[in-house]
């Protein structure tokens, strides 16, 4: 039940353009790009500010990448019209586990509208630190970074089909087999919840679906697709993908940028 509820947060009004909300600096890490006007509104009730949660990224040593992700999230109207909104950005991992990633804004798929990249993230599990580089304002804010989390993604999550408690509904698991991607080896599972007509207000079942494809060899999903009433349907694909270690120039900070240490101290940059 807490797991529907908190989807409801994601529902969000229909816009022209993405970029990125800066989150409270212990979730930054894989926020991704929430939908807001492109040009500033007035005051009005109601209305929701959204997170993309992205791939996980597990700080595993000895499994070296670098690799391309494209993001593409569809919204759905009540009339049935769709919205899509697209980006490519690198990611990478060397030999210790320390992780680089872009972020960059999802902008409409299709349009003259141009991506650009507003975050460089550095993380290093040995060291617990994240650095949050804005390349707008030329400030990286160092972070503390708990890497045990983001460890736990190194495995494909498997579950069990059931009902949910107080008859809520179901949770169902698939297994799909093995699959080549990218000329990697990787197992997908399918976990589909069902929603019982009358648990959210709701007039008839709600379904969500989670799809993923895992490489063991990575500790890392090559492919995730979810799909739900609440926040329409998301897909995460890797596109191309080195298995080498990437350029060590990657994960040393911008030249030129400042550095805020906020593991003590609250925002100062923002």
Same mark, same amino acid.
């Given at each position: 039940m807490r797991t529907l509820l908190a989807g409801i947060l994601g529902l969000t009004s229909a816009v022209c353009m993405a970029q990125t909300q800066e989150p409270?600096? @212990?979730? #930054?890490?894989?926020?991704? #790009?929430?939908?807001?006007?492109r040009h500033p509104q007035p005051a009005q009730d109601g209305g929701v500010r959204e997170v993309l949660e992205s791939i996980v990224i597990p700080p595993i040593p000895h499994a070296p990448f670098f690799a391309?992700?494209?993001?593409?999230? #569809?919204?759905y109207?009540?009339? =049935?019209?769709? !919205?899509?909104?697209?980006? @490519?950005?690198?990611?990478?991992?060397?030999?210790? /586990?320390? $992780?680089?990633?872009?972020?960059?804004? +999802? #902008?409409?798929? =299709?349009?003259? *509208?141009?991506?650009? !990249?507003?975050? $460089?993230q550095i993380a290093d599990p040995k060291q617990h630190t994240l650095y949050n580089c804005s390349p707008q304002r030329r400030i990286c804010d160092l972070? *503390?970074?708990?890497?045990?989390?983001? +460890?736990?993604a190194a495995k494909l999550r498997r579950g069990s089909t059931h009902p949910?408690?107080? &008859?809520? =509904?179901?949770?169902?698991?698939?297994?799909? =087999?093995?699959?080549?991607? +990218? &000329?990697i080896e990787t197992e997908g599972v399918r976990e589909t919840t069902v929603t019982n007509v009358g648990v959210l207000g709701n007039d008839q079942p709600l379904n969500s679906m989670s799809e993923y494809w895992h490489s063991q060899? +990575? /500790?890392?999903?090559?492919?995730? $697709?979810?799909?739900?009433p609440?926040?329409?349907?998301?897909t995460f694909t890797i596109t191309e993908i080195s298995t080498g270690d990437p350029d060590a120039q990657l994960f040393q900070l911008p030249a030129g940028y400042t550095v805020n240490d906020q593991r003590k101290n609250g925002p100062i940059s923002h």
């Open positions: 409270p600096p @212990q979730q #930054v890490q894989r926020s991704e #790009v929430p939908p807001t006007p391309t992700l494209a993001t593409e999230s #569809v919204k109207a009540a009339d =049935g019209a769709s !919205m899509t909104f697209v980006n @490519q950005r690198h990611i990478a991992r060397n030999a210790e /586990g320390r $992780i680089y990633e872009e972020r960059w804004y +999802l #902008v409409p798929k =299709g349009s003259n *509208v141009k991506s650009s !990249m507003n975050w $460089i972070l *503390v970074y708990d890497p045990e989390s983001d +460890l736990s949910l408690e107080n &008859g809520d =509904g179901s949770d169902v698991w698939e297994d799909l =087999g093995t699959r080549n991607i +990218l &000329g060899q +990575l /500790g890392l999903n090559l492919l995730s $697709i979810r799909s739900s609440y926040f329409g349907k998301q």
